[in-house]
């Protein structure tokens, strides 16, 4: 079965801070492995795609990386404005369907 | 642009009742999408269209819901009867091709 598990949970960090957020996934194919970040309120905004093992891409302050179990993303210094809930997706190449993640709820306090 | 457009950003409705939400995609996309999203389930593709012909909607949990796209500009999702454990928010996203824009979402209530 398709499936996408996000750790942790929420994350508090403190302005400058930098960490990690996990994405484990199984998949049967894998057509791509997106992130998103959404702010309260708001739908999903789109930020990444992977697409093979080894793939990185950075935008700002933010770095995702791929292998075949897993996705990080990197959040280097981060300020407030980064607070948001970061949702981690796989699309099957068998379905074509996007199977997301619950998501990582991150708070940075300045 | 405008992005896509949904309606209405809050609903409450008694049990029983029938509920619409309503969706406007972005011009010239081809394809839409309907999600709900809960704290227990995360979020979750309910049906999606491509050039307003429902492709897939193995994800709709019960005959008490359906979707329409009678055009391009149009779509909507409808639950009848809505039961409490319909609640949750409701997006919309569209595309040309590739993963979707998404609506600011129909938060749904029913009591």
């Known amino acids: 079965e398709d499936q996408v598990t996000q750790s942790p949970e929420a994350l508090r960090l403190q302005e400058g801070e930098s960490s990690s957020l996990n994405c484990s996934y199984t998949?049967?194919?894998?057509?791509?492995l997106f992130w998103y970040r959404q702010d309260p309120g708001k739908g999903p905004e789109f930020l990444f795609t992977?697409?093979?093992a080894g793939e990185e891409k950075e935008k700002e302050r933010l770095k995702a990386t791929l292998t075949k179990k897993e996705s990080f993303l990197h959040i280097t210094a981060p300020k407030p404005e980064d607070s948001a809930t970061y949702l981690c997706?796989?699309?099957?190449?068998?379905?074509?369907?996007?199977?997301f993640g619950q998501g990582t709820t991150l708070q940075v306090k300045p | 642009d405008a992005g896509v457009i949904q309606s209405p950003r809050h609903e409450v409705t008694e049990m029983g009742q029938e509920v619409t939400l309503r969706c406007k995609p972005i011009?010239?996309?081809?394809?839409l999408f309907w999600y709900r999203q809960t704290m227990m389930r995360g979020l979750e593709l309910l049906i999606y269209?491509?050039?307003?012909?429902?492709?897939?909607d193995s994800g709709m949990p019960e005959d008490r819901f359906s979707a329409k796209m009678p055009n391009a500009s149009f779509s909507t999702l409808k639950i009848q009867p809505s039961e409490p454990r319909d609640s949750a928010v409701y997006f919309c996203?569209?595309?040309?091709?590739?993963?979707?824009?998404f609506g600011s979402g129909t938060r749904l209530t029913v009591v």
């Open positions: 996203a569209s595309s040309l091709g590739g993963l979707g824009t």
């Open positions: 998949v049967s194919g894998l057509r791509g």
């Open positions: 992977l697409y093979s």
């Open positions: 997706a796989v699309q099957s190449s068998n379905t074509g369907k996007l199977i």
């Open positions: 011009s010239g996309h081809n394809s």
């Open positions: 269209f491509n050039n307003n012909v429902p492709i897939d």
